[in-house]
């Protein structure tokens, strides 16, 4: 664990700005590129880093969410509906992180990474959208006006329970390893629960907000939040989550999927290859 | 249309101005804190304005779900009054416990 420096601050600060910025474009919180760098860069702890990383997604998530409130994609309802799976999951996972090793983080992290983005790939063509403007989007359901299509988008929520399920998950990955969860979740609600990409990452972007408050507090009652670095962290990735956000209405929803995989494959095999 | 299908807009402007007030009074905490931390090394107030900070930072989602329920309320929308207040259960679990930690 290096002495927390002002150069070791600046240069969190500047991995916060280019975190932040590829988390808002991908709709995932800067977490899954923070954390690697912060440990296996810069030598932080895992847990530490996990932590720090854990407090920008709360600054992600306030941040984008404020930029798309107004536009519709954010589902309210179904958000609800899931923090209350996702910040049970964060409560459990807080409790228990500190006695697990950083080996076995390690490699949990990979797996998650690796399943996530095999499940991206498999789903590049996959739009849900429903063009039939009559439809009934039920309670949890919404609809949106679609850029890219130029359309009204309605869609209906499938399989909640699986939703659900996926939710408290990403809760505990939440906690465990600082990624905010919506690798998890935003691939789910794409795939199985019929929820269009951009609503499920909106909504997910809302979402991870409260899901990472259901952890730090006991994250930081551990002694794993260095004020100072997750002071430089977060305002870097507010200032990179604000470019990220400007690119992501303009970037296509099957190039954003692509290079979400890419980004997760990598991730995935520098930290299977240290932790073997 | 069902009830629960009614339009949110109204929440949803409310949350945008809150989580953009929650960002910026955090933001500015926590860059005052940082600028005394390297202007000023073992400054007293430095500790208060990164913590305060944090505590802000930590807050905007808990007054999300806080707005959330009383729109709710206004509503009539028991159902989903009632999700909120089980979030800011589980929200204060985390909060009791991370107290009785130190």
Redesign the interface.
């Known amino acids: 664990m290096p002495a927390v420096t002002p150069a070791l601050v600046a240069i969190v600060m500047a991995a916060g700005v280019l975190a932040g910025s590829l988390g808002a474009l991908l709709g995932i919180g800067g977490g899954v590129f923070l954390v690697p760098f912060l440990n296996a860069v810069l030598g932080i702890d895992f847990k530490v880093a996990a932590a720090i990383s854990l407090v920008t997604v709360i600054a992600t998530s306030s941040a984008v969410s404020a930029g798309t409130a107004g536009r519709n994609l954010i589902n309210l309802r179904l958000g609800m509906v899931l923090e209350v799976a996702s910040a049970a999951g964060g409560v459990a996972a807080a409790t228990t992180v500190a006695y697990v090793s950083d080996l076995a983080l390690e490699r949990g992290f990979a797996v998650v990474a690796a399943l996530t983005a095999i499940l991206m790939l498999s789903q590049l063509e996959r739009r849900n959208v429903i063009l039939d403007t009559s439809l009934d989007p039920g309670v949890l359901g919404g609809g949106f006006y679609d850029e890219e299509s130029g359309a009204n988008v309605i869609y209906r929520v499938k399989r909640l329970p699986a939703a659900l399920a996926v939710s408290f998950v990403a809760g505990n990955v939440s906690a465990a390893f600082g990624i905010g969860g919506g690798i998890l979740k935003v691939p789910a609600l794409n795939a199985w629960c019929g929820v269009p990409i951009r609503a499920a990452a909106a909504t997910s972007s809302l979402m991870i907000g409260v899901t990472a408050v259901a952890s730090v507090p006991i994250q930081y009652a551990h002694g794993f939040v260095p004020p100072p670095l997750a002071a430089a962290a977060v305002l870097g990735v507010l200032l990179g989550s604000r470019a990220g956000l400007w690119f992501g209405g303009r970037a296509r929803a099957k190039w954003l999927k692509l290079l979400m995989a890419v980004v997760l494959a990598t991730v995935s095999i520098v930290y299977l290859r240290r932790s073997l | ?2 009830a ?2 009614q339009p ?2 109204r ?3 409310h ?3 809150l ?2 007030a ?2 910026v009074v ?2 500015a905490l ?2 005052a ?2 600028g005394l ?2 202007a000023a090394p073992g400054h007293s107030a430095t ?1 208060w304005l ?2 305060a ?2 505590i802000a ?2 807050g ?3 007054m ?2 806080f707005v ?1 329920f009383a729109e709710y309320v206004r509503l009539r929308d028991w159902l ?1 009054a009632g ?2 207040v ?2 800011l259960a ?2 204060a ?3 009791v ?3 009785s ?2």
Do not use: Q
């Open positions: 249309m069902s629960g299908s949110l807009g929440l949803e402007r949350l945008g101005r989580l953009i929650g960002v955090s933001a926590l860059a804190g940082l931390w390297l500790i990164l913590n900070g944090l930072l930590m905007t989602p808990i999300r779900v959330s989903f999700l909120t089980v979030v589980e929200l679990l985390t909060v416990v991370a107290l930690r130190r």
